[in-house]
Each structure stands twice: as C-alpha cells, then as structure tokens.
C-alpha cells in the first residue's frame, strides 16, 4: 500500500522559516504536491514535484528525491495567514488523477 | 484557475434521513470527480472516485449502498448520504483532477447528523 509520513504539528514565529518534511512508502506516483488548508475551508494546491529537486514558487519551495523517498515544503518569511494545515500528497499511476494524502501537519505562527 | 463548487455548504438532518451533496465544475469539465471525508484535525480520506458515465469507484470500506454517487454530466457529480446516522457527520470534500498534479476542491460541506 502508499503510506505518507508528516509531523502532526510544527510552530515557528513570524518572519522565520519553517520546513516540513513528507517521507513516503509508495510507487508508480507521477509526482509529489503540497496542499493547504485553513480550518473550516477547503485545501488548496501549493506546489508539485514531478522531478527531483527544487520547485520555487514565491515564498514556498518544494523538494523531492525519489530516491530518498522524500520530500518537503519550504515557508520563507512567515506570516500569520500562514497558520495552517498542510498536506502532501502523491498522485498514482493510472488512476485518473486519484491522490493519496499524508496525515497533515498543522502549523502555528506566532507573533 | 478552475472553480469548484458544492452545495449545500452545510446541511443537519435528522437520523435516518438522506442528504445529497451536489459537486460542480464551474468552467471546467470533468470526467473524474473525487468524494473526500474529513474528521476533525485529519486527514482527507478518499471514498470514492465519480467516473462520468459509469459507475463510481469505492475505496475500501466504504460502503456503496450507503454513499450513492452518480456523475450525470461532465460537470456535476452528487454524492447521496442514504439512511444517515450521527456517526455519518463530517466534512464532504468534492475535487476534479487537472492533469496527473493537481486538483481543484470544492468549498466542502459540513454534515451533522442529529
């Protein structure tokens, strides 16, 4: 089976950077995506992996090594509406664009 | 981007009752739809896969005479709550695939079940 592997909760203060790693038990995904989500909404896509490496995109970067099984989503400069839950997620082969989520992680910004 | 709706946003109902919850693409179609269930402070757990035209696709566990899905069009997908009891309660997520990364998800709806 696919398992994705996040930690439950990371807090960090405005201003800094916060990375959350994503490690995962899975084969034949095409790549790797990061969502976020605010309490009560409906998650919102982030950034993709579909290669090894950096994806940047204004204050969010992700990684992937598939070779490591690993990924991650860099937050630089951090402000409050950042306060979140964000998920990474892959996406499996031949199945119409179906995504298998990791647990979630809940970041707290603070003053 | 490409827009995603649901109705109703949140809906309660007396146990026993059935709910259905509408999924629409706005300015897209959509061969495949998704059907999510979120409990609080977890993750999204795929139920089902809406396929346009033919029957959908359930995850394992889910029960398919319980959670009725009918994809009628290439832009609305509903998904029919039959028979439901409070442990049915939870947040109804609907998304439609772009492509093999990304997808696009509706507002959700909150059941609670009396």
């Known amino acids: 089976g696919q398992s994705l592997e996040q930690p439950s909760e990371v807090t960090a203060v405005e201003g800094a950077i916060v990375q959350i790693n994503c490690t995962y038990q899975?084969?034949?995904?095409?790549?790797l995506s990061w969502y976020q989500q605010h309490d009560g909404g409906a998650p919102t896509f982030l950034s993709y992996n579909g290669l090894d490496g950096l994806e940047e995109t204004g204050r969010f970067s992700s990684f992937l090594s598939r070779s490591d099984s690993y990924g991650y989503l860099l937050l630089q400069e951090l402000q409050m509406k950042d306060s979140a839950s964000y998920f990474c997620a892959v996406g499996l082969y031949n199945q119409g664009g179906k995504l298998i989520f990791g647990q979630g992680t809940e970041l707290s910004v603070k003053p | 981007g490409a827009v995603v709706s649901q109705h109703p946003s949140w809906v309660i109902c007396k146990s026993g009752t059935s709910v259905k919850i509408e999924c629409r693409s706005l300015d897209f179609q959509a061969t495949t739809m998704f059907w999510y269930r979120q409990f609080p402070k977890q993750s999204l757990m795929l139920m089902a896969t809406s396929n346009e035209g033919s029957k959908a696709t359930y995850e394992q566990g889910v029960e398919k005479d319980k959670f009725l899905i009918n994809h009628a069009s290439l832009t609305l997908s509903t998904l029919t709550v039959t028979s439901a009891h409070p442990e049915d309660s939870s947040f109804y997520i609907c998304s439609a695939p772009i492509g093999y990364n990304e997808q696009f998800f509706g507002p959700g709806t909150r059941l609670t079940v009396l």
């Open positions: 899975t084969s034949g995904f095409y790549g």
